[in-house]
């Protein structure tokens, strides 16, 4: 069955109302507008097929081949892309709810416009290098994944879980979540700034060269975290645990870091011009930092102190 042929068969089978489960034929390049796919199997090759204005309720995309496939103004709920292969797919104004991604590759894929509610990270999916550009995501699990290098900017997600994962390079900025939980994560050159995330959770996350610029931290945990060079310039710290944080040559000038806990913490050469600090603990390594009041800055009187503003 060629590709017209396969094609036709599909749309003839749905106008008549005939059951679509395991199909798996080639539709390699078709194009799809405003169809209802209900409750079955589209496996098979799907390559740079194109997806306009369909509903998929019920559907099943497992082991089908979506590379370079799009997909605009689509409805997407219950459905599963457990094992499929969609590199460089792309998702634009489309509606995804309660998705399955298990063992899926998503790699280079791009969604835009997009709202995409429970996308969990699924077991071994690849989202590397995957692009979401001023989307919603609701709640996501993508604890333990490889996001190395993902793009994700003017996002708001309801809680994002990057527990373990690797984000080394990932792109956050303008992240807008209320709970973010990124512990023992590898997050070194990630970018989240300006991103507004109260509260969030980095204990023993590995940030070097991580880049937080005027980023809303108040209250997070950044509880053993290795950050060196990391920059924080601008951010607010109010009340953050950053307890046996290791900070060495990074910028906190400008940042906000009143009543945060600092007990253990390394801010060794350290840039700290115009921060503002009234903290609590002790014992926080100063050495060679540079701060804005012309006396030294010692570990013993750095409670209470507020740099003055220059």
Request: with cysteine; aromatic share 8%; proline share 3%.
């Amino acid at each position: 069955m060629d590709k017209l042929e396969s094609a036709q068969f599909l749309l003839d089978a749905i106008k008549d109302g005939r059951d679509i489960g395991a199909l798996d034929v080639s539709l390699e390049g078709s194009r799809f507008a405003d169809l209802a796919f209900k409750e079955g199997n589209l496996s098979g090759n799907l390559q740079k097929a194109e997806f306009s204005g369909c509903r998929f309720a019920g559907m099943s995309f497992n082991g089908a081949d979506l590379t370079g496939a799009s997909f605009t103004n689509c409805l997407f709920s219950d459905s599963s892309f457990a094992g499929a292969s969609a590199p460089r797919a792309c998702f634009y104004l489309c509606q995804m709810d309660s998705l399955s991604v298990d063992g899926a590759n998503f790699e280079n894929a791009t969604f835009l416009s997009s709202s995409v509610q429970g996308l969990s990270r699924g077991r071994e999916a690849n989202l590397k290098s995957v692009i979401f550009l001023d989307c919603s995501l609701g709640e996501i699990d993508w604890s333990g994944s490889d996001l190395a290098f993902l793009v994700a900017r003017d996002i708001s997600v309801k809680s994002l879980d990057l527990g373990a994962a690797n984000a080394l390079g990932a792109q956050f900025p303008n992240l807008s979540c209320p709970a973010l939980e990124a512990a023992a994560a590898d997050l070194s050159r990630i970018n989240l700034t300006g991103s507004r995330i109260p509260g969030a959770n980095f204990a023993r996350s590995t940030m070097d060269g991580a880049i937080l610029m005027g980023a809303d931290l108040s209250g997070a945990n950044l509880t053993g975290a290795a950050a060196p060079k990391a920059q924080f310039a601008g951010a607010l710290l109010r009340g953050a645990n950053l307890r046996d944080l290791e900070a060495p040559y990074a910028d906190f000038s400008a940042a906000d870091l009143e009543g945060a806990a600092t007990a253990g913490a390394n801010f060794s050469y350290a840039d700290l011009h115009r921060a503002v600090f009234i903290a609590t603990g002790s014992g926080a390594k100063l050495e060679g930092a540079k701060e804005t009041d012309p006396q030294r800055l010692q570990a013993e009187d750095f409670i209470p102190f507020v740099a003055r503003k220059i």
